[in-house]
């Protein structure tokens, strides 16, 4: 599985923070069939995307965050 990936635009200034960062593989599979696809977390600044850790980052009007949560694992050889 691929997972999701939510994104949030800061309308205003404020700060963002998360919970569930622990994301580095994606569900296993069972019966012969691959991992899902890991998790990723990212923060849009200054006009560039970056990695982020999930901690407490203060965000300006037009910042984005960006969650792309893990997959399930596939099931069988195919």
């Excluded at 599979?29 to 923060?43: E, R």
Aim: charged share 25%; aromatic share 6%; with cysteine.
């Amino acid at each position: 599985g691929d997972g999701c990936v939510r994104e949030i635009e800061a309308l205003s200034d404020c700060q963002a923070a998360l919970l569930a960062t622990r994301r580095e593989s994606g569900a296993a599979g069972l019966d012969g069939g691959g991992a899902g696809a890991p998790g990723a977390d990212h923060v849009f600044r200054n006009g560039a995307w970056k990695a982020w850790d999930g901690m407490a980052v203060d965000l300006v009007a037009g910042d984005r965050v960006r969650v792309e949560t893990p997959g399930g694992g596939g099931w069988g050889r195919e």
